[in-house]
């Protein structure tokens, strides 16, 4: 068990371990990387909760075989906080909303929507329902998710 | 007993006069300064940066793994188990039968009829017939496998009416009859006869799963006392620890429960932690170390309470004018295999009796006849689900109120102002609404911001060729605060420390509702202090008071009222001493945002600092207890009469469908919903409730059903069983009235289940608007609306 080295960058530090066969990446960062902020709501790639960025592209880390993230890069929800504990916007952006109601599903919909603004700054409602369709939430209703990001793209859009 | 002690409450109107407390909590004249304000939530910055730890994030270092081997049958005799081979598995450590469970071999929330293990026979595939513990979840998975059950399949039963039948299968040695309870109101047959127009219709409402995201985990940890400490997401603390004492055999003190932050329980996570957690007890009393039991979303959908699937019966009569005149309506109520929340709890818990004292909707009728079936079935049992038996009834009643107005050739709107509750009507129950009944304004609301009267006049085709067809429709509804039994009662304690900062003991849970905020808001408006010093203890048997369980849409409300008090007795000891500094009397003393001040003199001012540390210091009173109960309910067990909860919530909701007349597809344009909440305590936080409840409605409408064919769930995963994405919710506008509860803090009503039962009977109407077809049994998905329209005779004006 556990013999194959697998190196790869989490939140822009590397790290080499060496997880048990058939493992998924989400396994590999809750168990051996303590990076509990992913979470896992069931295991078959459905509700997109333990969706992470696989070199800026989410994916779904439950069911990603772990040997996959080889050499590539992974952002968790951990990555987003800057080492002086300032927010990135999103997390900011979701709070002041009121976009996190359980808060089991907002690391997952948090990173989806780092992806899709990091491509289009400025997203309409139609793009960002698509962008976010693969993350399930049964809190919030999805309104104010909207909002949160569709405030960041009108920000982003008069350039403050 | 309990009818006896029904019997003599009889019929009562709750008498504000008669309530001392409702003097004490009146709130005064001077603005909020915390409450009512919408703060982001205290919790928020954990959640967004992952850092708030869920119970399958807890370290599990030297935990065993818990498994439970369920039944294939849905109704069996367990004929033998051996369990040699899985003992004899490396890494397993136990593996129990039966025999093993040490006290009371049953569980249950309002009355235990399921076995922790079962021994003799299983009623449904969620039935657990041993229980394994291992080093690692595999090898326990792997145990599971070994072990042989010899079973005798029996015949099942899943249909409530054949349930009750007397060569049906018995499920329990008592029968499967579980309850029938009644309205009796005026004479209904002399209602009938009196009426211009009877329609009779039958609606149907399917099994709904809660599908929070959060899979169940529970943790089971001995102590060195013989007690055992169980921690994990769920909605009931004190209701699971009420039933690990007997269970495990030992007394309620020795029996620690935690609770840790939810992702996401609608009354779901009152059942299944006390199923896991009976469980996990039993695993780690027996091998006397730490047991980790979680659900794979799977096991989940076959083990884990639902909603109860209802037929309705009904009948109504009403003059021309549309004013209602008689209801007769006869409930299947299905509760499958184990008793749950479903039967009554005296005087009027359960969700039995709620969806029937609900079941004639919100509208005044004089003549009110129902009966009401609970009737045990080898299905998974119906539990807790947001709305309790109300969305049920709400999608048979709220219909109903449509085809009559259709038939009546009204305005669905005006037949519901016609009949809808106002201050002083009285309910099916025979309960007048003596305040706080805001259902008409809702109603008139609504239709404004919705524009009803334009809307509604617009139905008809959007394109040329005749496919999609664009009609609105309207949902009115009601929902109580509180559960209608003694175990209503909400304690809190508030312990101010000697530098200001202040401990909020509760009972109450967060589950993504926004309790951790609302909570700490209330505490901190009644004592004067700002928000960030408030800290509130996350719910913990052994430090909180009892607050009965987060459920019933109680908890701003109950436990408010509770925290009021609470506040108020402590801040008789702070007044004194701030009296005592100030040199000024007590009366002219204000409390507000961490000062303290003489009301007529600003200037001469303290800091709520400097008063809690010179209490500290001179010995003064610094904790405040505070214990609240709603006005007792009553119920008249052959009548029905009585008046079971103390105060209601109301909401209108209206929606603009197109629908697909070709395909039966169904597309949500606009949504507008306006509520009586009574005050909002924080108002973005009860938008979110709003949203939240909205979608799960849409869920309800649309697309939800547990897939049952022959006690098998065919539909166990979250890529088979929908529930809404972003792609299905459109916009939608929430409204929230100023409304005033004088029975709540500030005023405040509940909201948590309020928002989702108007939702999908107001889908629905507009559905039938839009093409004609009317849907009487859910979920509406495309066939059911093709069918809809085939049987309505094809699309209007095609």
């Known amino acids: ?160 | 007993m309990a009818k006896e002690m029904d019997k003599k409450r009889e019929v009562q109107v709750i008498s504000r006069n008669q309530v001392d407390l409702c003097r004490l909590l009146k709130a005064e004249a001077k603005p909020l300064a915390v409450a009512g304000h919408s703060i982001n939530r205290l919790d928020d910055m954990l959640k967004v940066t992952g850092k708030l730890k869920y119970a399958g994030d807890y370290d599990h270092q030297g935990f065993l793994h818990g498994k439970i081997l369920r039944s294939p049958h849905p109704h069996a005799l367990i004929r033998s188990i051996n369990t040699d081979k899985a003992r004899q598995l490396e890494g397993v450590v136990a593996v129990l039968t039966a025999a093993d469970v040490p006290g009371r071999n049953l569980f249950g929330a309002a009355m235990p009829d399921q076995p922790v293990i079962c021994g003799d026979k299983v009623r449904f595939i969620g039935d657990g017939v041993a229980l394994v513990a291992a080093e690692t979840e595999k090898i326990a998975n792997q145990a599971l496998r070994l072990i042989e059950v010899e079973y005798e399949a029996l015949p099942a039963v899943f249909d409530p009416r054949e349930a009750i039948r007397e060569d049906a299968p018995k499920i329990h040695a008592n029968g499967n009859l579980l309850s029938l309870n009644k309205v009796r109101k005026g004479d209904v047959e002399a209602g009938f006869a009196q009426a211009d127009v009877i329609m009779e219709r039958t609606y149907q409402v399917p099994m709904q799963d809660h599908a929070y995201i959060e899979p169940d985990v529970i943790m089971a940890i001995p102590q060195p006392n013989g007690g055992m400490l169980v921690e994990g997401p769920m909605q009931a603390p004190f209701l699971t620890r009420k039933n690990l004492a007997p269970v495990l055999g030992i007394p309620m003190n020795k029996v620690r429960v935690r609770q840790i932050h939810m992702g996401g329980g609608f009354g779901g996570k009152e059942d299944s932690p006390i199923d896991l957690g009976c469980r996990a007890a039993v695993l780690a009393q027996h091998t006397g170390r730490p047991v980790k039991m979680s659900l794979e979303r799977e096991e989940l959908m076959i083990q884990t309470s639902k909603r109860h699937p209802m037929i309705m019966e009904i009948k109504i009569g009403a003059k021309k004018d549309g004013t209602l005149v008689a209801f007769k309506g006869i409930l299947w109520d299905e509760q499958g295999a184990y008793a749950s929340l479903g039967p009554k709890v005296p005087p009027a818990g359960g969700c039995h009796v709620h969806a029937m004292m609900m079941m004639p909707g919100p509208y005044e009728i004089p003549n009110c006849y129902v009966d009401a079936y609970l009737c045990y079935t080898n299905h998974p049992y119906g539990g807790a689900m947001r709305g309790f038996g109300a969305p049920q009834v709400h999608v048979a009643h709220e219909q109903l109120m449509d085809e009559l107005a259709a038939e009546l050739g009204m305005d669905p709107v005006d037949i519901r102002r016609k009949n809808g509750f106002k201050l002083g009507s009285a309910t099916a129950t025979g309960q007048v609404l003596d305040q706080s009944v805001g259902l008409m304004d809702t109603l008139e609301a609504c239709a404004e911001a919705f524009d009803w009267g334009g809307r509604v006049k617009q139905a008809g085709y959007i394109d040329k060729h005749k496919t999609k067809r664009r009609g609105v429709g309207v949902g009115m509804g009601w929902y109580r605060t509180s559960i209608g039994t003694g175990f209503d009662a909400c304690g809190a304690n508030v312990h101010v420390n000697e530098d200001g900062s202040v401990l909020l003991y509760s009972g109450i849970t967060e589950m993504g509702q926004g309790a951790f905020t609302v909570l700490p808001q209330i505490c901190a408006e009644e004592l004067g202090v700002k928000l960030e010093d408030v800290r509130l203890v996350q719910p913990d048997t052994d430090l909180v008071p009892e607050s009965g369980p987060t459920v019933g849409s109680r908890s701003t409300t109950l436990m408010g009222n509770a925290i009021i008090m609470a506040a108020r007795q402590v801040k008789e000891s702070l007044l004194e001493m701030a009296s005592e500094l100030l040199l000024v009397p007590t009366s002219r003393i204000e409390f507000v945002d961490g000062k303290v001040y003489d009301r007529d003199n600003p200037e001469r001012k303290l800091s709520f600092r400097e008063v809690t540390s010179k209490c500290w210091f001179t010995g003064k009173r610094m904790i405040g207890q505070g214990w609240w109960a709603p006005p007792m309910a009553s119920m008249n067990p052959e009548t029905g009469q009585g008046s079971p909860y103390f105060v209601y919530s109301y909401s209108t909701h209206m929606v603009q469908v197109v629908v697909d007349v070709e395909t039966g597809e169904v597309e949500l344009e606009d949504y507008v919903a306006v509520f009586d909440v009574g005050k909002a305590i924080n108002p973005k936080a009860v938008e979110g409730q709003i949203e939240g409840g909205v979608a799960m409605g849409i869920g309800y409408a649309l697309m939800e059903a547990v897939a049952l064919s022959g006690g098998m769930i065919r539909n166990l995963s979250l890529q088979d069983y929908l529930i809404p994405t972003m792609l299905d919710v459109p916009d939608m506008k929430p409204i929230i009235l100023p409304g005033y509860n004088e029975l709540g803090p500030y005023g405040a009503k509940g909201v948590g289940e309020m928002c989702n039962i108007p939702a999908a009977p107001a889908i629905l109407n507009a559905i039938a608007n839009a093409c004609g077809g009317r849907v009487r049994s859910l979920p509406a998905d495309p066939e059911a609306v093709f069918l809809a329209i085939r049987e309505a005779g094809g699309p209007p004006d095609a």
């Open chain 1, 1 to 160: 068990m556990g013999d194959m080295k697998l190196s790869f960058k989490v939140n822009g530090k590397g790290v080499e371990i060496s997880p048990p066969p058939g493992s998924v990446l989400a396994d590999v960062l809750r168990e051996d990387l303590g990076l509990t902020g992913t979470k896992v709501g069931c295991r078959e790639g459905e509700c997109g909760a333990c969706t992470v960025l696989l070199d800026g592209v989410p994916v779904n880390s439950c069911l990603l075989p772990a040997r996959k993230v080889a050499g590539r890069e992974v952002t968790t929800i951990e990555g987003l906080e800057k080492q002086d504990g300032t927010l990135d916007r999103l997390q900011q952006s979701f709070m002041d909303a009121g976009a996190s109601q359980c808060g089991f599903c907002t690391p997952g919909m948090i990173l989806t929507a780092k992806a899709l603004l990091d491509k289009n700054p400025n997203p309409d409602e139609g793009e960002i329902r698509h962008a976010l369709s693969g993350v399930l939430c049964r809190c919030t209703g999805y309104r104010k998710v909207m909002q949160a990001v569709l405030e960041l793209g009108r920000r982003g859009e008069s350039g403050s």
